[in-house]
């Protein structure tokens, strides 16, 4: 048995799961990120406890907790000041959590959890090379190459939310400017309509409203475009968009499949697919489950030297 | 000893090299493409017999043929009409050299294989992550990914010189509107100059022409925007450009470098490296070597079942 926690800036989600992935149990209980780490890390235990009791099962079963955590991971499982941790400089939850449970601990990134995650359990099952999108607030972003996450050389690959796509356009909370994350997240795109939020925008556009289509229009414009240019760099088996946004479906995809197309090299528009993601809020605690099952660094490391 | 081919539109380099990428001897050849795969074929045999001859080398000390050919390659070794080889239709030049030779033959991609050859003998050699552009009459890459070159889900990774830089931009040759070989390639940089040829911006300026320093910061902009961007989502060691168009140096890779780090995110700006191809004329048979030594799917298998 297996723990996942999907370590979020507003709500931790903590889920028990065999090795199939199937879920026995899950909680949900509030971060309060602004009271600091000491008590987040408190609150995790929290939600272990509650989840266990509910899935009745004992602390003993469980051989691996996994951790989505925000923004990127340095060594096995520090975390680094992500934007919706708010005092977190450099807090090893690994070693932390490890002491706490005497588990094995693997902690990731949770976009590329989130991509491990649509690859084992969601709309990438036959998949050997993906990209996995997400958009919401921000546009953030996993790679799966050769069926395990790719992390780069530093560990902060995947920020294709952060791809320039219009060369001095409007600034991005990153301080760049023009990045698809300025152009094409939920504000953005409440922004160029007129709305306050993106799902404001699509009931608007699902009644005909012409600025709301529009600004969905330009925001898939944007994706399309990075994403039908990345597959002609990467030549992927799938691109797997999720997050709050990519709820809109056909109205969101559509336009995007179009405009992907118009910048795809006609060798790879035929093996051009862009799905939408299967796993939708859980996708977070289902990546922590999946890093446990594969991928972590850990686990390869164990996987070489063929001690498992 | 390995045997070293570099297949081109209109030349066929071949070298004879030691397993430390130390070239023996070399010959050069007309390809005489126009004549068709058959008088190729027979050009690549009569080259490999000038080489080993010039470097004294009996065939049998030969215990690999790498072939670095244009286009994708399908399976094994099946070049598939490349551009500059008329008549290639699904020429299995592996099958055919393997016959010709009884020889192991390995035939990459001639962008991959310049990939490998700057990673291995190049400006590379620490490299774990890795992407190679070459900038000339197109533009083409090859990508690096855990020190293994990376082909993608369906053989055709790299195509750098595909990704749109600029919506409903100029026409390029594949088709598409706005890639970045139709803005920044060598014919680009000096129709957007007035000039002939690239070399020739390159003279004007050397002697402070405005237009064609104009031309060469407006390719720069459009290759350093997409490289920051690619190092944003790939997370990279290093970004290697070669071709004629990079031996601009600094004209080319000072404004190249300005344009990427105003992309490139604050985490990734430090760790940005942008470097200027070390093999020159040779890369292409250098590539043909390192594929012979290392990264051949091949290869991998052998070094897999350990029966090497």
Known sequence: MFIGIDLGGTKIL?????????????????????????????????????????????????????????????????????????????????????????????????A??????????????????????????????????????????????????HMNVLIDGPRCKCGNRGCLEAVASGPSIARFAGKNDALAVENSARKGDKRSLEAIDQAAKHIGTTVGSVNNLLDLDMIVIGGGVANMGD????????????CAMSITRKHLKIVPAKLKTNVGVMGAIAICLKGSPDEARRAKSGDE
Chains 1, 2 share one sequence.
Request: hydrophobic share 45%; glycine share 12%.
């Open 14 to 110: 903590t889920a028990v799961a065999d090795k199939n992935g199937k879920v026995i149990a899950s909680v949900k209980v509030d971060t309060q990120a602004k009271l600091g780490p000491k008590r987040v890390i408190d609150n995790i235990k929290r939600s272990v406890m509650l989840t266990l009791a509910k899935a009745n099962i004992p602390l003993s079963r469980i051989s691996c907790i996994g951790v989505g955590a925000p923004g990127p991971i340095i060594g096995k499982g520090t975390i680094v000041s992500p934007p919706n941790l708010p005092g977190w400089k450099k807090v090893d939850i690994k070693k932390l959590l490890e002491k706490m449970f005497r588990k094995r601990v693997v902690v990731e990134n949770d």
């Open 112 to 161: 590329n959890a989130a991509a491990l995650a649509e690859l084992m359990f969601g709309a990438g099952k036959h998949a050997k090379n993906l990209l996995y999108i997400t958009i919401s607030t921000g546009i953030g972003g996993g790679i799966i190459i050769n069926r395990r996450i790719y992390r780069g050389s530093y560990g902060i690959a995947g920020e294709i939310g």
């Open 251 to 262: 109205l969101l995809f559509k336009p995007i499949r179009k405009w992907a197309s118009k």
